[in-house]
């Protein structure tokens, strides 16, 4: 009988360690992302732009073949991570009617395909810029803490991951196409300009209750299909002006985001840096068990992108895992599973 009691006792006790180890777990209770086609799950689908996805063959590896505006065949990074933290398996688009304020509770995706952190970027084809993403946040948090009141709402918004991904677009869409930004800046001085943008947003979402954050680096977009495109006649090499450009912005970006840690009290902001693990994958797509890097699955892969990817183009690839590139300028989903992996595993697991 002493024994059965003994035992007990020490069933109860453990009991109460595991709600405890429960209770105080830092677990992050949703995914709220902002940026550009990298991790917009379908919010251009509502705009008046040209740049959308909402067609067939984009999604035709999704749950239920649905093309929702992801810029893939099927997920996106920001997906996968959401998954990979215990929450849902695809963060819904701020925009789409299809979901209301209680989908949006666990994860929400403010991002547009095209923007940037530039406000002129996202004019040059008509999308939500940056600050029009922070709006949309505000407007969240208010029907957040209708839905779910104050207290509740609050915890949720400050431990919340605030996931980023914004700035190719800035060099390929204005810097390196728009003359003007050339006279006015060198890619230096762009740089900075784009840095201290960045900067800004960042503290922005931290006096609006964010706490964790990760701001995702730049891939080397020289070797993007559509750039290789331009280069077609010297065999199809990655343009290395972009990729340094890429580098010189991540070495910044990482001071930016080692000085505001110091800054703002609280604040835990990751960088993460996919670059090196892109290039690998790009240099050795084999090692991932890829067969084709040059050229994307949609179209001919050189330089189709939206509406110029859709189901009546007849050069499409049967099977995109073998791509790294689905359309000329964004990752099959399969890529994206790698990189998502890659960053819970080593940027984020301090948020798992």
Not at 300 to 318: A, V
Request: proline content about 4%.
């Amino acid at each position: 009988m002493l024994q059965n009691r003994v035992f007990l006792a020490i069933l109860l006790l453990a009991a109460q360690f595991l709600m405890q180890i429960h209770e105080t777990d830092a677990k992050v209770p949703a995914l709220i992302v902002f940026g550009d086609s990298t991790v917009d799950s379908g919010n251009n689908n509502q705009i008046s732009t040209v740049l959308k996805s909402n067609f067939e063959p984009y999604g035709r590896d999704y749950f239920d073949g649905k093309a929702t505006g992801r810029f893939s065949n099927g997920r996106i990074a920001p997906d996968f991570i959401s998954e990979g933290l215990g929450l849902k398996n695809a963060v819904p688009a701020y925009l789409d009617p299809a979901y209301n304020i209680a989908d949006f509770a666990t994860g929400v995706c403010f991002a547009s395909a095209g923007t940037g952190l530039d406000n002129a970027t996202s004019d040059v084809l008509s999308v939500v810029p940056l600050w029009k993403e922070v709006e949309y946040y505000k407007e969240y948090q208010t029907r957040l803490r209708s839905f779910m009141g104050e207290e509740k709402a609050n915890e949720v918004i400050k431990e919340a991951l605030y996931l980023i991904s914004i700035g190719t677009n800035d060099f390929l869409e204005n810097y390196y196409l728009v003359p003007r930004k050339y006279r006015k800046y060198t890619v230096d001085e762009y740089q900075d300009l784009l840095i201290g943008i960045a900067g800004e947003f960042l503290t922005d979402i931290y006096r609006l209750g964010g706490r964790k954050m990760t701001f995702s680096g730049l891939t080397p977009f020289g070797c993007l299909p559509l750039e290789r495109t331009t280069q077609i006649l010297y065999g199809s090499k990655c343009i290395e002006e972009y990729n340094i450009v890429a580098k010189d912005f991540n070495t910044k970006m990482e001071e930016k985001v080692f000085k505001l840690n110091k800054e703002l009290n609280g604040l835990q902001l990751v960088f993460s840096n996919p670059y090196d693990l892109v290039s690998d994958i790009i240099n050795h797509p084999e090692a991932f068990g890829f067969e084709n890097v040059r050229s994307a699955c949609c179209g001919t892969g050189y330089y189709e992108m939206s509406y110029l990817c859709d189901k009546m183009n007849p050069f499409t690839c049967s099977d995109a895992s073998k791509y790294v590139f689905w359309d000329s300028f964004h990752p099959t989903e399969k890529t994206s599973s790698i990189v998502a992996n890659y960053v819970l595993q080593n940027d984020l697991s301090r948020f798992k």
